[in-house]
């Protein structure tokens, strides 16, 4: 099974369960908090994501360290990943647990560049644009690349709305560049 589709399954699972429970923004926490606080220790990541450490140390691990952090379900379910060989699978089935809960609630992440920074209020506007666009509660991510010159690039899900200047100026140029082919007979 692909590493994708096991997080997805993974996540499902522990979704369920965080909506069957009304405990779904809890969960979210008390599992980005696990993730996030492993990956941000070396030490801690090398030996929760090692395949040769014992699992007992891991379920070690998981008590110890986040003992009063977490619900019995999310321990249950961390432990349960451990008994399953799977821990390494942690940061992608919380991606896709986010994924979940934030099409529960309707929202949908937008990534958006610029050539500079969004100020508070450019960030506002463009949420509430995409929002009407979309008829979902938009959270920006955004990103500023100096390569696109100007303009924005959004990207929801698989769709791509690209109105940077560097594309405008390589449409330009193709239109310029074919024009200038047809004005002395050359065509495609």
């Keep these: 099974m692909l590493k994708s589709q096991l997080a997805l399954k993974y996540a499902q699972a522990i979704f369920e369960l965080a909506q069957e429970k009304g405990m ?3 969960v979210e926490k008390q599992l980005t908090l696990v993730e996030s606080t492993i990956s941000g220790h070396d030490d801690l990541a090398t030996l929760f994501y090692h395949p040769r450490v014992p699992a007992e140390a891991k379920k070690e691990i998981i008590r110890q360290v986040f003992a009063s952090e977490l619900t019995e ?12 060989r799977r821990e390494t699978a942690l940061r992608a089935i919380v991606h896709e647990f986010i994924q979940l809960a934030n099409q529960a609630r309707n929202i949908v992440e937008a990534q958006v ?3 500079r920074p969004l100020s508070p209020e450019q960030k506002q506007a463009l949420a509430a644009k995409l929002s009407a666009v979309t008829g979902r509660n938009v959270v920006l991510k955004t990103a500023v690349d100096d390569s696109i010159l100007g303009g924005v690039v959004v ?6 709305i690209d109105g940077s200047v560097a594309r405008q100026l390589t449409s330009l140029k193709a239109a310029l560049l074919s024009t200038e082919l047809t004005k002395i007979g050359v065509t495609d």
């Design 24 to 26: 779904l923004d809890e």
């Design 113 to 115: 560049t610029t050539a």
């Design 73 to 84: 379900y999310v321990r249950n379910f961390l432990l349960l990943l451990v008994d399953k």
């Design 155 to 160: 990207k929801i899900g698989d769709k791509l």
